[in-house]
């Protein structure tokens, strides 16, 4: 066996534990075999920031997780909702979101939380690639092996915001959150950049080595691609800048 992110094989590490490639406290059941207990204990283990890379990307798509979920298409309860920077109050059948004040809005904290979040989404995303699709040990993936793993460099990711409330979910997909590709026709990929649709959030990044004129190239055909069904394009850098209470389904 051979690790996805780090290379090294079973001489140098171990692979007993399951790396979940959608956090469990998402409800994630599927895990990818080739991630060494290295490199999946790094991902969910707290650091300098007191909260994992996993935890950034649960603190996100709890709460869509939360708006998605109808008891009547789930086989078992999605659990109470726990969050370290929200509270969701529910009065008269209507939900409100309270920040609580551990969410800083300073901009230190706001840079630092986007970044992990970032970084907990293309682990994600390149780990059910190689579980789906049996891809990843190329070179041309290092560029998400430096950012994901090893902290190296930025990486933009972009969060496509929709125009109308109404979503395509599988029954259970609340419950039990899946990662499929080329899931929707207004998703866009090329060799250098690849778009997901995860709990009705859609996202775009580079998955190579790109320039300023390839960047303007995606963005114009994924844009074209998207006409009528998304208003904008946000590079995000804020957790704030993505729509995870879903407000679009009440417009």
Known sequence: M???????????????????TIPKSLGGQKYNNNVCD???????EKGDDKYSIEEALKETFVISRKMLYNPKDGKRKIGEFKSRF??????????RLIIKQSFRFNRQFQQRLCRNFKRGLYKMYF????RQKGVGYDNKYDIIRNFARYDRGDLPVIYF???FGAMILFKREAETPILFFDRMEYLFSNKTFDEI???SHVFGFPIGDFNENDFENYMHKSIEIKDGLFKN????????????TLKVMND
Do not use: P, Q
């Not at 929200?86 to 939900?95: L, N, T, Y």
């Not at 394009?233 to 995870?244: G, N």
């Open 197 to 199: 649709e995860f709990l």
């Open 161 to 163: 915001e929709r125009s």
């Open 127 to 130: 780990e059910e690639l190689n």
């Open 38 to 44: 290295e490199c999946n204990k790094y991902f969910g």
């Open 2 to 20: 051979k690790c996805l992110w780090c290379f090294k094989t079973e001489i140098d590490v171990t692979f007993i534990k399951k790396a979940h």
């Open 86 to 95: 929200f509270e969701i109050k529910e009065r008269k059948g209507r939900k």
């Open 233 to 244: 394009a946000l590079i995000i850098k804020s957790l704030l800048d993505i729509d995870f």
